[in-house]
């Protein structure tokens, strides 16, 4: 699943590519919204919170699109060809010189702008918030420390805590921590994995590549996550990969045996 940082750049580039422009083309090809057309609307700006992307018309109109696991909006100029299969669009949104697509786009709804805030009403602070303060850091915190028995890795994905972080930062906030992913929240410092979770998404919110370890080259972008193959960044050491959470919720999660203390399961 993206990213809250790559989701942000995402209504970043819609924003700059759409916003102030009108539509000669709003087209859906989503059972729920096939029969509306955008055509003729104003976009009014793109913004997002935390994974959730919210697109705004004239007419009082909101789209709010989720990217989950496979989605993706890609821009070009008008004419050109996409990248990605037709079949796969799902919106369309088109001016007289560029396009935007929704490719793979599941969740997907048009509502009132008025009601737009109540569909996110249930996140925590969003760690990109451009007015993020020290309460919106004070709320994660106490939210985070509520359970104390929970594991950290899983506490980092819930977004009712803080929104934005990811599978690729839970692995990598955990390693910094220099914790086990499967270590109870209480033995960490809450408020010092809160910070962390904001300063890796604010250092990538700006580019594609997601970078952990400051080093941008390919190979040496992140400290353990998918380095099974070429051990931990950091001390060179065998990094191993295990499923955590339940279900739908059940994450690939990798750390390092000897970086990482505390609780890990079986081989």
Avoid at 33 to 41: N, Q, Y
Avoid at 115 to 121: F, M, W, Y
Avoid at 139 to 151: F, S
């Amino acid at each position: 699943m993206p990213e809250g940082d790559t989701v942000f750049l995402a209504g970043k580039l819609l924003d700059k590519a759409l916003a102030g422009k009108t539509l000669l083309r709003g087209e859906f090809r989503h059972p729920a919204l096939a029969t509306v057309d955008l055509s003729g609307r104003d976009v009014l700006g793109v913004g997002t919170v935390g994974k959730h992307l919210f697109t705004r018309f004239s007419g009082d109109l909101t789209l709010h699109s989720h990217l989950r696991m496979d989605g993706s909006w890609e821009i070009y100029r008008a004419g050109a060809k996409w990248r990605t299969p037709a079949h796969h669009a799902r919106v369309i949104l088109a001016t007289s010189d560029v396009q935007a697509v929704g490719f793979r786009l599941h969740d997907l709804e048009l509502v009132p702008s008025a009601e737009a805030p109540g569909l996110v009403a249930h996140l925590g602070p969003d760690l990109l918030d451009p007015q993020w303060t020290d309460e919106h850091a004070a709320r994660a915190t106490a939210a985070l420390a509520a359970e104390p028995g929970r594991e950290l890795g899983e506490a980092l994905l819930d977004q009712r805590i803080m929104a934005g972080v990811g599978n690729l930062y839970k692995v990598e906030i955990c390693f910094l921590l220099g914790v086990s992913p499967w270590t109870p929240v209480s033995e960490v410092d809450a408020a010092k994995a809160v910070a962390l979770a904001r300063k890796l998404l604010l250092a990538n919110a700006w580019r594609h590549e997601q970078v952990t370890t400051g080093d941008p080259t390919r190979g040496r972008r992140t400290w353990v996550y998918e380095r099974t193959r070429p051990g931990c960044f950091r001390c060179g050491g065998r990094v191993r990969v295990a499923g955590q959470g339940d279900g739908v919720r059940r994450r690939p999660t990798w750390f390092c045996p000897r970086c990482q203390p505390g609780p890990q399961p079986a081989d």
